[in-house]
């Protein structure tokens, strides 16, 4: 993988390494000593940074993790007389563990619930240090040994900061290695929008669960550093107010983006110094300028930039043969059983209505099968029980033998089903080809941690995965849009881009939900074309769809569905002339002639 | 016996300033879908103007009950206008913003409400005119002040009357449009941005009244003191369901109560760690709180 920084912002953050490495040989010690705080605070917000701006969770109470990775080191010195470099494991570990501890209650919880619990969280950990004997109290712990580099102990001003640099630089590269990772798309997936991420296969709660304990583990590091650097730490540096300052540097140097965190970490670390001169009015300026700037730049200082990954050019893709779509799908569908899925009996219940009652159906390989039906009839109902966003109240779904209800809606689409939506729903938010990269995102089998120090086993499956997303954007016709805004597409080609998306995750049954939905003539005609070329490839498809003509024109097999249950199944001429189904659409005989103009249209799509 | 009479006592009076802290939170959030962090600073300073007006009024001899009302009153107009001026300035223009964005601002309105009366009244205690002392009745053994009496019927008249007023009038009416779909509301012909003021307005003159009387029943107030109430009242909204306004006063109170249960019978030491415990616990069991209703997403 290239490096996806533009070169502006590369060459510019080279450069501010550069200055940052020669500063101690320039400055004296009390510039170092605001530099080494810059430092501190830029390890910190880096890994809130995860949670905050790519994830899109919320965390007022970062500074708990801080505090753990310094008390680690502190204790372990100082009782156990472990060395720095010894109790950093530990203090991972610690950091780690406590992230899960924090992110298991809170995963189900609404977002803005986060605030409060992870506040409070945090306000346990420092009452627990300061009410503690072993945790010396509201005291602290004294005496802690500086980290020892190769036989010298580290306790110049410079050589710290040195040491802190280094720590910074490694957190850096792996916080934008996480960026460009599955992983940190997963993470964009889920702050763009959480139930569709689910639905094109993203483990959401796993996800969630990382966030804090990738987060937590930089936390944790960042206390280890802090206690070594000051040799004494008491509760008072692990506040409320910490979290806030942490969190404020995320937000106000642009959440997800590394060198606004950085530039964030400057200016809220920095500037207080720099406002000395103001002495009492110090605090109130500060806050007015913090006021000022988020009114000024409501996204950062320097939000974040929508492209992590580019697309490899349509001929490289096209050297990969392994990418092309004929081959994808033929191997996703090698050995399929010729009956796909059998739903038996399935009902569902909404308080005392029953949307969805006693509906039974096969899919069969290869064929495309279209529910129609009234609004109100239980179509989207029955995509989703068959996709796991809903549980029948009754009744199974079989797939491949085994039932897929009960699973969550990102081990269905690991199985082989994936779905559109009735209303659009892309991450809008980035870019055309990394929505395609998400939804063929759980194929991965390379460990993650393979793919972040970029062994040649997970560049080849990289490799591989880039070239198939850009070749599935070449056959919905979105080759040359790949590096825009999905949210900025226009509305057909957004809904080819949901169907693209589908389609990469290789899937053996794909789901539409109304993909007609808002077309012109011109756009029915060509996703016409595009259903017809899905089944040529092999896959199988089942529609859910009004539009008359286009379910006439390239369905295999039609169910009707009228009140939650099926009232009529077969080719499409004999469902035109079935009198249940005109009567479900157009009401019973005496109705028709008190309305027949309206009956016309419908009459006419349908003949 | 008289201990626990003495506690229940103890935690409805503090639980009442966090039920009307707690409303301020929840009605905002319930309209603007916003966490408004400077809400515990808005209490603190309405602390201070009830605590200016009584001090000057001192001077003039007159009866403390019409000082203490006029205290009450300038400080819940003034306090309520500083809110509404807060909502203008600093959270209006940043409402179709990521929300995080004006999360920060809320922040940074807390932080310059506390400096700024940090700068004008100092950093030390000040302490709240004496009117009526600790002069009380004996009920069951436990001795009971007509203070925390007087908080805990004023504060019950104040939400009683906050449900009235939404339930009952064009204004409060609004309001709940809002908070089901504030565009839809718009377009029925709801004068939106005033309708956030009012609500912000009555919010933060809510919790002016519990500054004055926070001042009065703890004797001394300093700029730091909106942080802790704040949180609590915070927590006491979250734990009613937030956006909910019987939630967050059965919240406010139920706080209350824990606090001063836990001081008397374990340590206050611990009291923030068993608050939490309680608040975490119940949202593991019950995600949208006492009374939040759950949220259904269409797919």
């Not at chain 1, 950990?125 to 005496?143: C, E, H, M, Q, S």
């Not at chain 1, 249950?565 to 005109?582: D, T």
């Not at chain 2, 008289?2 to 506690?7: C, V």
């Amino acid at each position: 993988m290239k490096p996806t920084m533009p070169i502006s912002a590369a060459s510019l953050g080279v450069a501010a390494l550069a200055v940052a490495a020669v500063l101690p040989f320039l400055c004296d010690n009390y510039i170092v000593d605001v530099a080494l705080t810059i430092v501190t605070y830029g390890i910190l917000a880096l890994g809130l940074n995860i949670v905050v701006g790519y994830a899109g969770l919320l965390d007022l109470g970062y500074a708990a993790f801080f505090a753990i990775g310094a008390y680690t080191t502190a204790l372990l010195e100082t009782l156990l007389n472990f060395n720095f470099w010894e109790t950093i494991p530990v203090a991972l570990i610690l950091a780690g563990v406590s992230g899960i501890i924090i992110g298991y209650p809170t995963l189900r919880l609404r977002s803005d619930y986060l605030a409060i619990v992870t506040l409070g969280f945090g306000e346990i950990v420092r009452i627990i240090a300061t009410n503690l004997n072993i945790t010396g109290g509201p005291n602290g712990i004294y005496g802690i040994n500086p980290a020892n580099v190769l036989g010298h102990d580290i306790t110049a001003p410079k050589a710290i900061y040195a040491l802190g640099l280094v720590f910074l630089v490694i957190v850096l590269v792996l916080v934008l290695r996480l960026g460009q990772s599955r992983l940190g798309r997963a993470w964009t997936s889920l702050r763009e929008d959480e139930s569709a991420a689910e639905a094109v296969g993203v483990p959401t709660l796993r996800v969630k669960m990382l966030a804090y304990v990738i987060g937590a583990l930089i936390g944790g590091l960042g206390g280890s550093l802090f206690a070594a650097r000051f040799g004494t730490i008491d509760p008072t540096s692990f506040t409320y107010a910490q979290s806030v300052t942490i969190l404020i540097i995320v937000v106000l140097g642009g959440r997800g983006s590394i060198p606004g965190v950085l530039l964030g970490a400057i200016i809220v670390a920095g500037l207080p110094e720099a406002l000395r001169f103001l002495n009492l009015w110090r605090e109130f300026v500060f806050a007015i300028a913090l006021i000022l700037l988020m009114l000024l730049r409501p996204q950062g200082l320097w939000p974040a930039r929508l492209r992590r990954v580019a697309a490899p050019s349509a001929a490289a893709a096209h050297h990969t043969p392994r990418a092309e779509p004929a081959a994808q799908v033929a191997e996703a569908t090698a050995g399929e059983p010729e009956m796909l899925l059998e739903a038996k009996g399935v009902s569902r219940v909404f308080g005392g209505l029953k949307a969805v009652s006693d509906v039974a159906f096969t899919v069969h390989r290869g064929e495309i099968l279209s529910i129609i039906g009234p609004n109100g009839a239980g179509k989207t109902t029955v995509f989703n029980c068959l996709t796991g966003v809903l549980v029948p109240s009754a009744g199974d779904i079989l797939w491949d033998g085994r039932s897929l209800t009960r699973l969550a809606p990102h081990r269905v689409v690991a199985r082989g089903l994936a779905r559109t939506f009735q209303g659009i729903r892309l991450f809008d938010n980035m870019t055309v080809f990394e929505n395609v990269l998400v939804g063929m995102d759980h194929r991965f089998r390379v460990p993650l941690l393979a793919e972040l120090i970029g062994l040649p086993s997970a560049r080849r499956d990289t490799g591989l995965h880039y070239a198939a997303g850009r070749n599935w954007l070449e056959f919905v016709g979105l080759g040359d849009k790949a590096g825009l805004r999905a949210g900025d597409l226009p509305y057909g080609d957004q809904r080819r881009l949901e169907i693209a998306r589908g389609l990469a995750g290789q899937p053996r049954l794909l789901l539409l939900d109304e993909p007609a939905a808002g077309m012109n003539p011109t756009e029915k005609q060509s996703l016409m074309g595009l259903i017809r070329r899905i089944r040529d490839l092999g896959t199988t498809v089942l529609l859910i769809e009004h539009d008359m003509l286009l379910v006439m024109g390239v369905s295999d097999r039609i169910i009707v569905m009228d009140r939650g249950q099926i009232i009529a199944e077969g080719p499409p001429s004999a469902i035109q002339a079935n009198p249940r189904v005109i009567e479900a659409y157009l009401g019973t005989e005496e109705e028709v002639e008190d309305d027949g103009s309206l009956g016309a249209p419908i009459l006419g799509a349908m003949a | 016996m008289s201990e626990f009479i003495q506690l229940v006592i103890a935690g409805l009076t503090t639980g009442s300033f966090y039920a009307l802290v707690a409303l301020g939170y929840t009605m905002v959030y319930g309209i603007v879908r916003l966490i408004n962090f400077a809400h515990g600073d808005i209490f603190m300073v309405g602390a201070f103007l009830g605590w200016t007006v009584l001090t000057t009024l001192a001077a003039t001899h007159m009866p403390w009950g019409i000082g203490l009302l006029i205290a009450l009153i300038l400080s819940m107009i003034l306090t309520g206008g500083l809110g509404v001026a807060v909502e203008r300035f600093a959270y209006q223009p940043l409402l179709s913003a990521p929300p995080l964005s004006i999360l920060i601002t809320a922040l940074g309105v807390s932080l310059a409400l506390e400096n700024g009366v940090l700068l004008i009244f100092g950093p030390g205690f000040n302490t709240y005119p004496q009117l009526i002392g600790s002069a009380g009745f004996v009920l069951g053994g436990a001795h009971i002040t007509f203070i925390q009496v007087g908080i805990i019927i004023l504060s019950f008249l104040l939400m009683a009357g906050l449900y009235l007023f939404v339930h009952h009038t064009f204004i409060g009416t609004a309001m709940r449009a809002l908070a089901v779909d504030r565009d839809a509301a718009r377009l029925m012909g709801i004068n939106v941005e005033r309708v956030i003021q009012i609500t912000f307005f009555l919010g933060s003159s809510l919790a002016a009244v519990a500054g004055v009387m926070e001042g009065l029943y703890y004797t001394e107030i300093n700029f730091f003191m909106g942080f802790i109430v704040g949180l609590r009242a915070f927590t006491a909204a979250v734990l009613g369901g937030i956006g909910n306004i019987p939630g967050a006063m059965a919240g406010g109170l139920l706080i209350g109560l824990l606090e001063a249960f836990s001081a008397g019978y374990i340590s206050s030491r611990w009291t923030d760690v068993i608050v939490f415990l309680v608040l975490i616990g119940t949202l593991v069991v019950k995600p949208t709180g006492l009374f939040g209703e759950r949220v259904v997403e269409r797919m």
